[in-house]
């Protein structure tokens, strides 16, 4: 079936590097994409979206990069801090529905 | 704060038992959103509301589960002869329309005995 994966379960990176969390889609009528940060115990927390019709949109510390062509969806976070350590899930908007379709996520750990 | 709040945070209950949870959306968002998460996976979606109705209720797993919206604002989802296997964390989230940003509460971690 339709689904939202994510090519790595877990990604160390060192404090103040950049990070690349990737997530592969394969519904191609998806317009609407979001990643989302999750910390234990706790909801998902909305970082940054992106629509269909754009290919790169940025944030404070975060960008996400859209390659419709690929199906690949990615987030940087530049400058990684501590408090970045979570599980990183994207999520996309199924065309003309409401549900969000989420990957499993990839836990970010960030070593001092 | 202004976000999404669940009741109660943590529930126990026993296999055959019916619970309630609750869900209060962050304030003027018409669309209201009950998932469900089991340990290490993704949220599942289980249904959607616009406004009082629910506009897609395909992601319940079975007529135990049922989700009111009386007033268009706060949500209770319902689990009915609940089962082990309705162990999960329940998270609800709201957006200001359909088709939008959505935003999550902190869930009900919901354990079956």
Known sequence: G???????????????DN???????????????????????????FIIDIRSNMDKRQGQRVTVL?????KHLSLQIAATQPGDSAVYFCAE????????????GTRL???P | GAGVSQTPSNKVTEKGKY????????????????????????????IYF????????????????????????VSTLKIQRTERGDSAVYLCASSRSGGGSQYFGPGTRLTVL
């Open chain 1, 2 to 16: 339709e689904s939202v994966g994510l090519h790595l379960p877990t990604l160390s990176v060192q404090e103040g």
């Open chain 1, 19 to 45: 990070s690349i969390i990737n997530c592969a889609y394969s519904n191609s009528a998806s317009d609407y994409f979001i990643w989302y940060k999750q910390e234990s115990g706790k909801g998902p927390q």
């Open chain 1, 66 to 70: 859209l390659n419709k062509t690929v």
């Open chain 1, 93 to 104: 908007l199924i065309q003309g529905a409401q549900k969000l379709v989420f990957g499993q």
């Open chain 1, 109 to 111: 750990t960030i070593n």
């Open chain 2, 19 to 46: 619970v309630e949870l609750r869900c209060d959306p962050i304030s003027g968002h018409t669309a209201l959103y009950w998932y469900r998460q089991s340990l290490g996976q993704g949220p599942e979606f289980l």
């Open chain 2, 50 to 73: 616009q406004g009082t109705g629910a506009a897609d209720d395909s992601g319940l797993p079975n007529d135990r589960f049922f989700a009111v919206r009386p007033e268009g604002s």
